[in-house]
């Protein structure tokens, strides 16, 4: 983002020239939609939308030089308040309208509106213009007093509190008072009479703490909202959220004052919001719901239902015919999906606000095609409407809504995709005793306020979670991700009463057992038990996307698999080779564990070697299934990584089974062996295991463990050769830090390459190569490819030893780090391109120094993540390996980033 800064003799020497005002309305504005740095991201979409014909309701931008001016000054210039009063004077008479004045008050809102959006960050002021007269033509206008009792007081407690700086709950205060005192549960159960009380109180609230009173002057309301706003670059919250998003705190708002349009002034008025295509299916089809008579405000207090938006064809042909066109005319010019947000007043239509349209991942490929084919874009703006991650969506379940009836009971964040149809449960526990077990298993879906640590197990057992609660960084959202399973968090209209066990929403109860469906793409709640979709790697049009990028593509994409069965899921998804291939996981395996323990604990090599004798077999199997899975690919297979403590039990756990035993059984014979057992898990123990004994330095002092493993790898290769299948095994040594490592591990797999190869009569085309996970290694890469065939390099713990961070404990530094700016991202999940990355781009040079062809890869997390594939293109990797279900993701990102370059298309991910 622009860090520019603005000297003060510039603004001094350009004050007398600078345009401070910018009008819109009346079909033209003066400004356009590329003046973002004058007119904010709102103020130039507004001119943009008006110049475009859009009928929006007409108003001004005061540019960010005079938020700057005033920051600089404490004050705005004559200048500017001029050339303020003279656009108000334009708009008064466009509208035919006074501001606050007459029996049409014009009434205006104030709003921020700064280059880069800061939502929520900063103020806005409604309804400007209402004083005690104002009030009353507004009463008449819409025949609604209570509308306009509560327009007015809305307008004295956001003036009061934004521009006066009182206390919000000064407000809340009174306004509590006065629903108790009317025995009223909602606010809306208020009415005019009181309404008009709260608003004498709200006066006596300005006085008391603004020492004056609230101004009944529209033009000094105006001045004051204006010079409000400005102030509230610099609140507290604004300026923590540019510091966090690394916006210059120079830059400045813009303040935008627009006609008040109401939905509310009788039955020619309305209010709605829609899309142009379904952002959930990316059907085109006019999509949308509104209401007749009715604020924004009405919808989401939900005391009323919006209808579909097709109904409004009945109810005002002619604005449905006109809103149809606008829409129709809002696509083309912004190519690509609207959502948009309109008002109808009196009969007269106005677009308040159109923006790209949210979409889900299939939506978002279904709409990109169709725009190809609609001639609206190219294909290679087809391949960027795509956010990689979005095609998760393919991958996972979802609902068949053509099944049952769908009821929308709320919404709420799609925290973890896929979808879930089960029975409610409102408790861990119950959860788990609902599920059950094996052949006996109900699908269950835990709704909660919001879920805790203690919620694990019954998180596990569920098939889908909701809460009322919580963000998508809240532990429901968080924990269901990694578990790969359907989350709906923060579904706010949704109350849940766990002690009564119930579920309340619109004016429904739901209890124990009731049915319920999660759309964790979209955070629906749906009412009932629908049917579900399975995942869809092979959907056509998911094909034709791919078909798109994938000529682009440079970088290869494997997999991260241990396993068959994943190996084979990951070839459906495309993948071209196995990256990593972690063989402790094979270990831990129930028959390899007892052989692998046996192996531990032996006294003698020869003992030792018995053990990984019966372990060759076994891991051989293992080999064979993967090689026959990714036919003819390579398999790049990782020589044993962790510390050998971990395929022991826990020493806590011992030493309780070691007491329990003596106090009870002090006789039994299993003592002696738990004993031992105790004695060599204390031998092992490590202050900082993942600093410890694992990696190559375990190859190295133990290495029959390599020897072992290097034979089952050959012997698999050659058998699965002879059955006709190609194979292209890649050795790979862990954790190395020196070119003495490298090679005497190197050593020990070409010796026994050679061995097998004489034994079986054949031989198998392979390398040996290493991971790049210390900063070291990454320093002395030259030095370390004289040895290594190939780099891969293990970013999770390269960026562990980069930073310092342990990455299992980074989560109690994170959140803070995170949300004071210090980092702009989780670096374990994002490659960190200015630390970690550097040291990837060097190792890379470096090792291609040695050895011109070297083959590099990165097989960390960072693998599937599309801002890290990015860079990976960019610095000129091979391939990028990441987990089963991000290849797909992958595989778009690389395309995305190759064709960025070749292009030269905006479409680069921030750092
Ligand atoms: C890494 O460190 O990035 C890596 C892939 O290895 P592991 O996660 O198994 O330590
Ligand atoms: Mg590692």
């Given amino acids: 983002m622009a860090t520019t ?14 345009k401070y005002v910018y009008f819109f309305g009346g079909g033209k504005a003066d400004g356009n939609g590329k003046m973002k740095d004058e007119l904010g991201g709102k103020g130039a979409g507004l001119a943009e939308m008006t110049n475009a ?5 007409p108003g001004f931008t005061i540019q960010t030089e005079a938020c700057r001016e005033y920051m600089k000054k404490g004050g705005v210039s004559a200048e500017v308040d001029q050339q303020m009063e003279s656009a108000l004077a334009r708009l008064e008479q466009l509208q035919g309208q006074k501001l606050g004045k007459g029996e049409n008050p014009l009434l205006v809102s104030v709003r921020s509106g700064a280059k880069f959006s800061m939502p929520g960050m900063m103020d806005t002021i409604l309804n400007l213009g209402l004083n005690d007269e104002s009030v009353g033509a507004l009463a008449r206008r819409s025949n609604n007093p209570r509308f306009a009792a509560d327009s007015y007081r809305r307008l004295i407690q956001m003036f009061g509190n934004v521009v006066l700086e009182i206390p919000k709950a000064a407000f809340d205060e009174v306004f509590e008072h006065k629903k108790k005192q009317k025995k009223a549960r909602l606010d809306t159960d208020l009415d005019a009479k009181a309404l008009k009380e709260v608003i004498e109180e709200y006066k006596k609230v300005v006085k008391k703490h603004a020492k004056r009173d609230f101004p009944q002057d529209p033009h000094e309301q105006l001045v004051m909202a ?46 709605g919001v829609g899309f142009t295509r379904n952002p959930a299916t990316g059907v085109k089809e006019f999509y949308g719901e509104f209401l007749m008579n009715a604020q924004g405000e009405d919808v989401v207090a939900g005391i009323r239902t919006p209808v579909p938006i097709l109904e409004l064809q009945k109810v005002m042909p002619d604005v449905y015919h006109q809103l149809r066109e606008i829409t129709t005319r809002l ?45 609206l874009i190219t294909k290679e703006e087809g391949i960027f409407r795509v956010e990689p991650n979005q095609l998760y969506d393919y991958l996972v379940p979802r609902l068949d809504e053509k099944s049952a009836k769908v009821e929308v009971l709320a919404t709420g964040l799609p925290a973890s995709p896929g979808a879930a149809v089960g029975q409610i449960v409102f408790t861990a526990d119950e959860a788990v005793e609902k599920a059950g077990h094996g052949a006996k298993k109900n699908p269950v879906i835990l709704v909660r306020a919001e879920t805790t640590p203690e919620d694990i197990h019954g998180m596990e057992v569920a098939v889908g ?27 706010g209209d949704i109350q849940v009463d766990e002690k009564k066990r119930e579920m309340r929403v619109k004016g429904q109860v739901f209890k124990d057992d009731d049915w319920i469906s999660l759309d964790g793409t979209t955070g629906r709640v749906i009412k009932g038990r629908l049917k579900t979709l399975d995942a ?50 094979m270990f831990f395996g129930e028959k390899k564990l007892p052989h692998m323990r046996a192996m531990i604990l ?36 990782r020589t044993l990584d962790p510390p050998l403590h971990e395929f022991l039990p826990r020493r806590e756990d011992l030493m309780v089974e070691i007491a329990v035993l003596e106090a009870t059984k002090p006789k039994s014979p299993k003592l002696g062996g738990l ?41 698999a290769a050659v058998a699965v050769a002879k059955e006709g299948v190609k194979v292209h095994p890649e050795v790979m040594i862990p954790l190395t830090a020196t070119l003495k490592e490298m090679a005497n591990q190197a050593a020990v797999v070409h010796r026994v390459a050679k061995e097998v190869f004489e034994e079986k009569e054949s031989t198998v085309p392979y390398l040996v190569g290493t991971m790049i996970e210390l900063p070291r290694a990454a320093l002395v890469a030259d030095e370390i490819a004289k040895e290594a065939q190939f780099f891969s390099f293990g970013t999770n713990d390269l960026t562990q030893t980069t930073f310092g961070f342990s990455r299992d404990d980074v989560n109690k530094v994170l959140p803070t780090y995170l949300a004071e700016g210090i980092l702009k991202q989780d670096p374990f999940a994002v490659l960190d391109r200015e630390g970690v990355g550097q040291l990837v781009k060097m190792a890379t040079e470096r090792g291609r120094k040695t050895r011109p062809q070297l083959k590099v890869g990165i097989c960390g997390e960072h693998g599937g993540e599309p801002s890290s594939v990015e860079f990976c293109h960019q610095i000129g990797l091979n391939y990028v390996s990441c987990s089963p279900f991000r290849v797909l993701t992958a595989r778009l990102a690389a395309a995305q980033a190759a064709a960025t370059e070749k292009l030269k298309v905006e479409g680069g991910r921030t750092k």
């Fill in 53 to 57: 014909g859009l009928p929006v309701p």
């Fill in 226 to 271: 204006r010079d409000a706003v400005f102030r509230s670059w610099l609140n507290e919250r604004a300026k923590h959220y540019r510091r966090i998003n690394n916006i210059d705190d120079m830059l400045g708002t813009a303040v935008n004052v627009q006609a008040m349009v109401f939905g509310n002034l009788g039955d020619t008025s309305g209010t």
């Fill in 536 to 585: 869809s790697p092979d959907d056509p049009e998911l094909q034709t996307l791919m078909s798109w990028s994938e000529p682009f593509r440079k970088l290869g994409v494997r997999a991260n698999a241990d396993i068959p069965r994943d190996a084979i899921q990951a070839r459906a998804f495309g993948a071209e080779g196995i990256g990593l291939c972690r063989t402790e996981h």
């Fill in 465 to 491: 979670i909701l809460t009322s609660r919580g963000g998508m960084t809240s532990h429901a959202a968080v924990v269901t991700r990694g578990m790969g399973k359907c989350c709906v968090a923060g579904a």
């Fill in 602 to 637: 032996a006294k003698t090599e020869k003992d030792r070697r018995a053990a990984l004798k019966r372990l060759l077999p076994l891991q051989r199997a293992d080999f064979i299934g993967v090689f026959r899975a990714m036919d003819g690919f390579p398999v790049t297979i």
């Fill in 331 to 375: 696509e083309k010019h912004y190519r690509d999906m609207q959502d948009f947000e309109f008002t109808i007043q009196d009969g007269k239509l106005y677009m308040l606000q159109t923006r790209n349209g949210k979409r889900t991942g299939r939506a978002a490929v279904r709409v990109a095609i169709q725009m190809v084919d609609e001639g």
């Fill in 5 to 18: 800064t603005f000297p003060e003799t510039e603004v001094e020497s350009n004050q007398s020239a600078t």
């Fill in 675 to 715: 004993r031992k057992l105790l004695q060599r898990v204390e031998e092992l123990h490590e202050f900082n295991p993942m600093l410890g004994h694992r990696g190559c330095r375990l190859g190295i002092t133990y290495p029959e463990i390599t020897e072992m493993q290097a034979r089952a790898i050959f012997e």
